[in-house]
């Protein structure tokens, strides 16, 4: 089974993310780089599926230069190669052209299964799985906690508000898994040094002939408009229970219209 | 006036507070529609969106959207856009509302935007990002400005509309059918509002200890009418459903009133609860980082301090 999974660098949620005054796109220079969360998930159900049935697993990432850090990672744990997706042209991309790049870039390198984190912590949209699936024409197996092959068989278990869904499709296809669904491996040193020799293609926007019309700033279907630092909650009260901790959290509620 | 579609969340035939605030959010820039995906639909339901401005209402009752995951309700907005062309088109900022917008965007060529939590003329949006460190205000440019907004973000108030009823047929592409739902396992919740939409949130976190004494923190969240959460440290130990997690892989809550009892307050935490309006914390250790977005907090043992609370309400009632 050919599984490639959708990797994202995104800054560090520890650290102070920013957007940019010129451009008023996220600054990634200002903030350490990691591999969003969810994706390590994502990499770990791929490699799960690959010691269950065979293949490869591929990583795909979209980002700067440094996102190769990222990659680096995802291979430490155990992915086979990468293809990273690098030009200034898409700089600004929104979730649109980020799907239609990925999706070009997908369409170009082949699948059987595409896996992704249901959510960045940058962006959170969440919607990019859903897209792929839309402009992949290929069953959309969102929010999984549990993802089952069988032959071209696939069914996953899809987290709703009452509990879940068993959902059935055939490969090829497109999943999005929550956290919930393993936990993921920490790279070994010898991951870690193979990880130095595995093969990482770099690919512009011309050699994915993704059209530069699509993607970017300038092409992007939304627009930030003005953006300003949270003003600071105003320091609240803070009391130390005597005893009473409970009836003075209840004269707070009062206090509010709470009860 | 110019047409918005919202699309309906509905469970059992009950329309969701949701979508009676996305309709009073769309009447104040247009003349809301509703969309009504799926079986369910009532007269009551019908009554429901009408009392709260619905001046159209396209039912779409076909069993066959549901069976399927999402795309059938994209393509179902995908046709009134094409038929009707909206000014906009709102959907709830839930996991599923958001990936209902984004294929929308796709099928549509148009703009989206996620987890509003609110809209102005243009619409131009609010959102709060970063975990609540900065906010932004965006809008769509391209196509037919599709928002996801959060709910909670705006009070509900009646204002009756014509309700006109139009029925509508779909025939689903095959795409729209390649990922099927075989099966539904509902997880009890009990009578409690839904989390997402309640007005005030009660939740636990490891401090809780154990699943038995999530009770203290359920009678906590029934004296007030509240829903009750938990941080991930408390369901991955168990003690508490998934699908109550609140956090960056959670669920997004943004009611009125939140409380935290046991949590430190992990920015992963944090960026599931932090538009809250008010939040009340109860930890024993003053230096957890959840102290610093409180407005209320109590520096004390949680199996103290929450049953005393709990009983003090019911005293005030
Ligand atoms: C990919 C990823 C996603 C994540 N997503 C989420 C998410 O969606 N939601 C989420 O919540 N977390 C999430 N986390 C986890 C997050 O980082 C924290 O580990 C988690 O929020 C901690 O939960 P907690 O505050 O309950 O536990 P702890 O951090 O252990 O805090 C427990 C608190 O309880 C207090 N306490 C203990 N006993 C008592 C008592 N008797 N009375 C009063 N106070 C007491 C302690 O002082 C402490 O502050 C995620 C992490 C990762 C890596
Ligand atoms: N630039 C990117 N490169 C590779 N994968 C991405 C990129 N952006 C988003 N993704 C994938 O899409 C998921 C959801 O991201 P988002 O829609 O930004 O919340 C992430 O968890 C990744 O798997």
Redesign the interface.
């Known amino acids: 089974m050919n599984i490639v999974v959708c990797v994202k660098q995104v800054p560090d ?2 650290t ?4 940019r005054s010129d451009d008023k796109t996220l600054d990634r220079d200002a903030a350490d780089g990691v591999v969003n ?2 994706d390590e998930y994502a990499v770990e159900e791929a490699l799960r599926l690959k010691e269950a049935h065979g293949g490869e697993v591929t990583v795909l990432t979209m980002g700067p230069a440094k996102a190769t850090e990222t990659i680096r990672k995802a291979l430490a744990m155990g992915a086979d190669k990468a293809v990273h997706l690098s030009d200034d042209a898409l700089h600004g991309s ?3 052209s980020t ?1 239609y790049a990925l999706a070009e870039t997908l369409k170009k390198i082949g699948f059987d299964l595409v896996i992704l984190g ?2 960045s ?2 962006a ?8 792929l ?3 992949l ?7 999984a ?1 549990k993802v089952e092959v069988n032959g071209s068989a696939i ?1 996953i278990q ?12 055939s490969l090829p ?1 497109v999943v999005s898994v ?3 669904i393993n936990e993921p491996r920490y790279p070994s040193f010898k991951g870690i040094m193979a990880a130095k020799k595995k093969p990482v293609e770099t690919l512009a926007v011309g050699d994915a002939e993704i059209s530069a019309e699509q993607v970017g700033l300038a092409s ?11 003003p600071p ?2 320091a ?6 005597e ?8 004269e ?3 206090s ?1 219209k ?2 | 006036m110019s047409e918005i579609l919202v699309l309906v969340e509905h ?1 059992d035939g009950d329309v969701k507070k949701v979508t009676l605030e996305l309709l009073t959010l769309a009447r104040s820039l247009g003349e809301p529609s509703a969309v009504w995906a799926g079986p369910g639909y009532t007269d009551a339901a019908k009554a429901k969106l009408a009392e709260y401005g619905a001046a159209k209402i396209y039912v779409a009752s076909s069993e066959e959207i549901v069976d399927h ?3 059938p309700k ?1 393509e179902l907005l995908a046709k009134l856009v094409s038929d009707a062309s909206p000014a906009a088109v709102l959907v709830a900022a ?3 509302g ?6 929308l ?3 549509t ?7 509003a939590v609110g809209l102005s003329e243009g619409f ?1 949006a609010d959102q ?16 037919t400005p599709i928002v996801a907004v959060r709910p909670n973000s705006t009070a509900p108030v009646a204002e009756a509309g014509a309700g006109a009823e139009e029925k509508v047929e779909i025939a689903l592409s095959d ?1 729209a059918r ?10 009890e ?1 009990g009578a409690r509002p ?1 989390l ?1 939409e309640a007005a ?1 949130v009660v939740s636990g976190g490891r401090g809780v200890g154990s699943g038995e004494n999530f009770a203290i923190i359920e009678k906590l969240a029934d004296s ?1 009418g509240a829903a009750v959460g938990a941080s ?1 440290a408390a369901t991955d130990a168990g003690w508490y459903p ?2 109550f997690q609140v956090g ?2 959670g669920k997004t809550v943004s009611p ?2 939140y409380i935290a009892a046991g949590i430190s307050g992990a ?2 935490h944090r ?1 599931g609860m932090q538009t809250s309006k ?3 914390v ?1 930890n024993k250790d ?1 230096e957890a980082p959840i ?11 949680l199996f ?10 019911e005293k ?2």
């Open positions: 949620t520890a102070e993310r920013k957007l969360e969810l929104d979730a649109l799907s249901s959510e912590t940058d959170r949209t969440g919607v990019l799985a859903a897209m699936a839309e402009r024409g290929a069953p959309q197996l969102t929010l906690n069914t899809r987290v709703t508000d009452y509990g879940f869904d068993r959902v059935e499709a296809a929550v956290e919930k992007a279907w939304s627009e930030v408009v003005e953006f300003a630092a949270a909650r105003a609240g009260t803070v009391v130390k229970d005893g009473d901790g409970g009836v003075k959290a209840a707070f509620l009062a509010k709470f009860v | 469970a995951v999402v795309a994209a839930t996991a599923e958001k990936e209902i917008a984004g294929r965007a796709i099928k060529d148009s703009g989206v935007i996620t987890d131009v709060s990002i970063f975990g609540g460190g900065v906010n932004v205000r965006s809008r769509v440019t391209k196509g795409s390649a990922a099927k739902v075989v099966e539904r396992v509902k997880q919740r839904e997402t005030i007030l991930r998934h699908q960056q892989t009125q009133l920015i992963q960026a008010t939040i009340v109860i003053s102290f610093e977005i409180a407005d209320f907090g109590v520096v004390g043992d103290q301090v929450v049953p005393q609370l709990t009983e003090e309400i005030r009632k």
